[in-house]
Nanobody, 123 residues
Framework: VQLQASGGGLVQPGGSLRLSCEAS????????IGWFRQAPGKGREGVGC????????LYVDSVKGRFTISRDNAKKQVSLQMNSLKPEDTAVYYC?????????????????WGRGTLVTVSS
């Protein structure tokens, strides 16, 4: 089982980035996929999660209306589109899988995590 987040980089405030989570070694369509981030000196926090069943997604309040999660099970890929980025969005972003679409911000619900990708929002 592997998950790999990619697409990070340096972007100016107000800009956009699209992160990808590539999955392998399991049937991605059977799992909810969550996105998390960890800013320097802080704990890992949930950003959002997309369900395995109907593609519905939940987002933490700080990113609602700016971030969108989508999935393409055929490509084994889950994306995080980030718009109107703010300096406080600067963090390493991770994707992870969960068997359930519940307690989506609880790290213990996720059994496999990908290596993160760094997003830096700065002018």
């Amino acid at each position: 089982v592997q998950l790999q987040a990619s697409g990070g980089g340096l972007v100016q405030p107000g800009g956009s980035l699209r992160l990808s989570c590539e999955a392998s070694g399991f049937t991605v369509g059977h799992y909810a996929i969550g996105w998390f981030r960890q800013a320097p000196g802080k704990g890992r926090e949930g950003v959002g999660c997309i369900s395995s069943s109907d593609g519905s997604a939940l987002y933490v309040d700080s990113v609602k209306g700016r971030f969108t999660i989508s999935r393409d099970n055929a490509k084994k890929q889950v994306s995080l589109q980030m718009n109107s980025l703010k300096p406080e969005d600067t963090a390493v972003y991770y994707c992870a899988r969960s068997r359930r679409f519940s307690r989506v911000y609880d790290l213990k619900e996720y059994d496999y995590w990908g290596r993160g990708t760094l997003v830096t929002v700065s002018s």
